[in-house]
């Protein structure tokens, strides 16, 4: 395994490559999965309010977000300009801001307080305001906040269901962070480790940096794919 990569996902950079890096593929399709879960748990589905949830959810938080936070010291090390991130990360939170006003027009009220919240929670989050960047903050602003959205955009109320729903979107997003950040840490800021593990039976085994990386990228692989199935099957069978 190579650790040079800032992510395991991440490409070599180039042109597109840098844009597929900076979009964090799995981690989007992550977050926009508790934006399924969400409209899945409404009484009634409507496919053009979940099409534009998700649309609003992918241009907010995995474009702009994202194109904010490679702002803040190039972690991801892409070259695209800075000009050209700030430009992306104003187009898009414009372009998610306006989709929830029009969610307003069509679902009513109930959906102001999300449509305000959730560039605030952007800005916020990648600013480093307020404390919001946390590993609570984390798990809240990326894991409850799409869920609930979502199923305001659809139900127009919230219910016991959707905030227990929250809390378990919550909870995996808290999971994610607890993974995410030591193995960020080992792939960017790590050159090397030496160690040995002891067995009780005496025998020993080298410890190094792809040693403790692997585990951590793994649970964050398998996880993303089982919260992106669950989501799936939920909308099919909403949908179906």
Request: glycine fraction near 10%.
């Amino acid at each position: 395994m190579s650790a040079k990569r800032p992510a395991f996902y991440a490409a070599r950079s180039g042109p597109w490559r840098d844009w597929w890096t900076l979009l964090h593929p799995p981690y989007t399709a992550w977050h926009l999965s508790y934006v399924v879960i969400g409209a899945s748990l409404s009484p009634v589905v409507s496919v053009s309010r979940l099409g534009a949830t998700l649309a609003g959810f992918f241009l907010a938080v995995g474009v702009a977000a994202h194109a904010f936070d490679e702002l803040q010291g190039r972690p991801l090390g892409t070259r695209i300009p800075a000009s050209v991130l700030v430009a992306v990360c104003v187009a898009a939170l414009g372009g998610a801001v306006g989709l929830g006003i029009a969610g307003v027009v069509e679902v009513g009220p109930s959906l102001v307080p999300f449509v305000v919240v959730g560039p605030a929670l952007v800005v916020a989050y990648n600013a480093e305001l307020w404390k919001v960047h946390s590993d609570l903050g984390f798990a809240l602003c990326w894991g409850a906040f799409p869920l609930l959205t979502a199923f305001v955009a659809q139900a127009g109320t919230l219910s016991a269901d959707a905030v227990l729903a929250a809390g378990g979107a919550t909870a995996l997003s808290f999971a994610q962070r607890a993974l995410s950040s030591p193995a960020r840490q080992l792939r960017r800021r790590v050159t090397d480790v030496h160690g040995t593990v002891v067995f009780p039976d005496g025998s020993r085994e080298p410890l190094s940096r792809d040693e403790l990386l692997r585990p951590l990228e793994r649970g964050l692989g398998a996880t993303t794919i089982a919260v992106v199935l669950l989501a799936t099957g939920l909308a099919l069978s909403r949908l179906g």
